[in-house]
């Protein structure tokens, strides 16, 4: 059974660091590129950072110099280190997986809430 557990969401304030983490379990995530999305209410889902190899990682604009994807090799756990939150940045944050080759072959997660208030 394929299982994907965010944790890690929470209130910050603007300007503050947050760290999500998404548990991997039933899969070989190797074989898998990772990624996290988030929605916002009223918004589409949106990709906001992309793990393809430990060499290649996609970011949007939007977050570009302020979040980090990383998956250290000996965990199935994929981080993303948000720094300088912004009030747009609140959203329920999504884990992602999807095979790399069978590309229908995905897996999302429940999601985290993230909200950046004062």
């Known amino acids: 059974q394929v299982q994907l557990v965010e944790s890690g969401g929470g209130l910050v304030q603007p300007g503050g660091p947050l760290r999500l983490s998404c548990e991997v379990s039933?899969?070989?995530?190797?074989?898998?590129?990772s990624a996290w999305y988030r929605q916002a209410p009223g918004n589409q889902r949106e990709l906001v950072a992309a793990?393809?190899?430990?060499?290649?990682?996609s970011y949007a604009d939007t977050v570009k110099g302020r979040f980090t994807i990383s998956k250290p090799l000996a965990e199935n756990t994929v981080y993303l280190e948000m720094n300088d939150l912004k009030p747009e940045d609140t959203a329920v944050y999504y884990c992602?997986?999807?095979?790399?080759?069978?590309?229908?072959?995905?897996?999302w997660g429940r999601g985290t809430q993230v909200t950046v208030s004062s």
């Open positions: 039933g899969i070989v995530l190797s074989e898998h590129i």
């Open positions: 793990f393809i190899s430990y060499g290649t990682k």
């Open positions: 992602n997986v999807k095979h790399r080759e069978l590309t229908a072959i995905q897996y």
